[in-house]
Nanobody, 119 residues
Framework: QVQLVESGGGLVQTGGSLRLSCAASGRTVSPYAMGWFRQAPGNEREFVAHIIRNGGSTYYTDSVKGRSTISRDTVKNTVYLQMNSLKPEDTAVYYC????????????WGQGTQVTVSS
């Protein structure tokens, strides 16, 4: 099992910034990739970004490209999502997820952290 604990959410004004953190613990084998997803009220959960542990390749959904940066600290087993120029449409619960080697999907999920952007 992998336990994921997110932090860093909150209320921010349009144009503001937040940095989300996700600390992973549990299994001795580190995840292949870590990702961020979000779910706004009435919407399905959507992909935001992910980062590959080895090499650090990153991928973003178009709506956050240029405004967000995902990074990882492999020593701390922590992944971050720096979000800038936040918009009201970024309001959602943000979930951290882990994908293990050999898996084709994200297998473990955090409890989520609320991000609210006021207009």
């Amino acid at each position: 099992q992998v336990q994921l604990v997110e932090s860093g959410g909150g209320l921010v004004q349009t144009g503001g910034s937040l940095r989300l953190s996700c600390a992973a613990s549990g299994r001795t084998v580190s995840p292949y990739a870590m990702g961020w997803f979000r779910q706004a009220p009435g919407n399905e959960r959507e992909f935001v970004a992910h980062i590959i542990r080895n090499g650090g390749s990153t991928y973003y959904t178009d709506s956050v490209k240029g405004r967000s940066t995902i990074s990882r600290d492999t020593v701390k087993n922590t992944v971050y999502l720096q979000m800038n120029s936040l918009k009201p449409e970024d309001t959602a619960v943000y979930y951290c997820a882990a994908r293990m080697f050999g898996s084709s999907s994200f297998d473990y999920w955090g409890q989520g952290t609320q991000v609210t952007v006021s207009s």
